[in-house]
């Protein structure tokens, strides 16, 4: 089957484990999602199926005709695959792709936080607060040497823009699964805002088992 749905973060909150210990827990609402084309090997070179989500009314001429077979949906997303014989065009897929005890990845886009400096964007320590310094706590120091090279070598730490970045979450144990309301519940923390677009699949990196 599919390796991954399309959906939105819901929020966080807590749960009780069977032994009594408080779990941190993150609601995922994923899905339905339609599959809404099969690319082959003989045709596209590769073997995947496209899956749509979340309903809208504003499409264009091109995107309408696209998704004829199908209801209007807003997010489109491919997913590899093997198994093509077991789908079609128009099938939906829901929650029930997952199941509790196993682990998954999550892909979303982290918060904006706009331009920061180095102390929060890299966690820079800042300059000494005594000893004459006045006006340099919180700035980067020394980027490079002067003479050679001259200039601030790339990839140089320093303030710009911070989050609003793509992120994937690797592992995160399903502790719920709803079907009936498109839910699944994972330990911890997802990236991005409530009701931000994530992706949820099948943990591609599975844990070494303990001797």
Same mark, same amino acid.
């Given at each position: ?41 003989? &045709?596209?070179?590769? %073997?995947?199926?496209? #899956?749509?989500?979340?309903? +809208?009314?504003? /499409?264009? *001429?091109? $995107?309408? !005709?696209?998704? &004829?077979?199908?209801? %209007?949906?807003?997010? #489109?997303?491919?997913?590899? +695959?093997?198994? /093509?014989? *077991?789908? $079609?065009? !128009? ?19 982290? *918060? ?100």
């Amino acid at each position: 089957m599919a390796e991954g749905l399309l959906g939105r973060k819901r929020g966080m909150t807590q749960i009780f484990s069977s032994k009594g210990q408080v779990v941190p827990v993150t609601v995922l609402e994923v899905g339905p999602c339609f599959v809404t084309q099969i690319r082959t090997n003989e &045709k596209e070179g590769y %073997s995947a199926i496209q #899956l749509g989500f979340e309903e +809208t009314r504003r /499409l264009n *001429k091109a $995107e309408r !005709g696209h998704l &004829k077979r199908t209801p %209007s949906l807003k997010h #489109l997303r491919e997913v590899r +695959t093997t198994q /093509l014989d *077991k789908y $079609e065009i !128009g099938q939906k897929l829901n929650a029930a792709l997952f199941s509790v005890g196993e682990l998954v990845d999550v892909t979303g886009i982290s *918060k904006g936080k706009g331009t920061a400096g180095v102390v929060k964007r890299h966690h820079f320590h800042g300059g000494p607060k005594t000893h004459g310094q006045s006006d340099r706590w919180r700035r980067p120091g020394s980027s490079s040497a002067t003479t050679t090279p001259g200039r601030v070598l790339k990839g140089t730490r320093r303030a710009g823009r911070m989050g609003a970045e793509r992120v994937t979450v690797s592992n995160l144990e399903v502790i719920q699964v709803d079907p009936e309301r498109n839910l699944v519940t994972v330990r911890g923390a997802v990236p991005g805002p409530k009701s931000g677009l994530i992706f949820v699949k099948k943990a591609r990196k599975q844990p070494k088992a303990k001797k």
